[in-house]
């Protein structure tokens, strides 16, 4: 979820929306980003990591879906800085638990900015639809990456979704105008709170492309940085390694 900027309060964001965070997501994708997840926790997994870190963490979803596919005998923790939203990820682990044998999940408060770890201590590490609030028009921007990269060991994976810049002008322009006129109203209609509604259609329209994306995790030190387009560009899946 990022750092709180001056003109973005997002910590009070998440916290209005937590409750409704999850069913504004399937309306919005379709019900895509469930299969969005299962790509990235694929990708997650790949290298056989024992340690596995979800920045960003919101209601869980991701670090949940790792936990899915993983089964066992792996080290999960979930990091956000909304505990409504950390709250609501926790019941959701517990539910989960009850039916399906998987690894636990630690769930920590705090600010990616100054995260509590040991350099290197994440095999991996994957943020879904969270990024661009640590990076874009952020003035933290370098030092949240930095702090990532810190936690990753050598060799380690950055696995990244999220929203992106189609190529297709004719998909960018519909894109751009589903994220102005429908996805804000019809998101604060369903939780209440157009103003956050609003900066999340509005960072995700005006985010960057899979290239820009790329050559910014390579600036900050990262590399075989790869990305994929999905849902015709609207949203990107990149793998990085440190």
Not at 93 to 113: K, T
């Given at each position: 979820?990022?750092?709180?900027?001056?003109?973005?309060?997002?910590?009070?964001?998440?916290?209005?929306?937590?409750?409704?965070?999850?069913?504004?997501?399937?309306?919005?994708?379709?019900?895509?980003?469930?299969?969005?997840?299962?790509?990235?926790?694929?990708?997650?997994?790949?290298?056989?990591?024992?340690?596995?870190?979800?920045?960003?963490?919101?209601?869980?979803?991701?670090?949940?879906?790792?936990?899915?596919?993983?089964?066992?005998?792996?080290?999960?923790?979930?990091?956000?800085?909304?505990?409504?939203?950390?709250?609501?990820?926790?019941?959701?682990?517990?539910?989960?638990?009850?039916?399906?044998?998987?690894?636990?999940?630690?769930?920590?408060?705090?600010?990616?900015?100054?995260?509590?770890?040991?350099?290197?201590?994440?095999?991996?590490?994957?943020?879904?639809?969270?990024?661009?609030?640590?990076?874009?028009?952020?003035?933290?921007?370098?030092?949240?990456?930095?702090?990532?990269?810190?936690?990753?060991?050598?060799?380690?994976?950055?696995?990244?979704?999220?929203?992106?810049?189609?190529?297709?002008?004719?998909?960018?322009?519909?894109?751009?105008?589903?994220?102005?006129?429908?996805?804000?109203?019809?998101?604060?209609?369903?939780?209440?709170?157009?103003?956050?509604?609003?900066?999340?259609?509005?960072?995700?329209?005006?985010?960057?492309?899979?290239?820009?994306?790329?050559?910014?995790?390579?600036?900050?030190?990262?590399?075989s940085a790869r990305g994929r387009a999905?849902?015709?560009?609207?949203?990107?899946?990149?793998?990085?390694?440190?």
């Amino acid at each position: 979820m990022g750092n709180t900027r001056s003109d973005y309060p997002l910590k009070d964001f998440y916290t209005d929306i937590y409750s409704s965070y999850d069913r504004v997501n399937r309306i919005f994708t379709f019900g895509r980003d469930r299969s969005w997840r299962r790509k990235a926790a694929s990708a997650c997994l790949e290298g056989g990591p024992g340690t596995v870190l979800d920045l960003c963490t919101g209601t869980g979803d991701f670090i949940l879906e790792v936990a899915r596919q993983a089964g066992g005998g792996i080290t999960l923790t979930g990091y956000d800085f909304s505990s409504a939203m950390l709250n609501e990820a926790r019941k959701k682990f517990q539910r989960l638990r009850e039916r399906e044998q998987i690894s636990p999940v630690d769930f920590i408060e705090g600010d990616v900015g100054n995260m509590p770890f040991r350099d290197g201590t994440f095999d991996a590490v994957g943020i879904t639809f969270g990024i661009r609030n640590l990076v874009y028009k952020n003035s933290k921007a370098k030092l949240h990456l930095a702090e990532i990269a810190r936690v990753i060991r050598p060799g380690g994976q950055l696995v990244i979704l999220e929203s992106s810049r189609p190529a297709s002008m004719a998909w960018r322009l519909f894109n751009g105008f589903y994220l102005r006129f429908i996805l804000p109203y019809l998101g604060g209609l369903i939780s209440g709170n157009l103003q956050a509604y609003r900066y999340l259609a509005t960072s995700s329209k005006e985010y960057y492309s899979i290239r820009e994306m790329v050559a910014i995790l390579e600036e900050a030190g990262f590399r075989s940085a790869r990305g994929r387009a999905l849902f015709l560009g609207s949203v990107m899946l990149v793998v990085a390694e440190k």
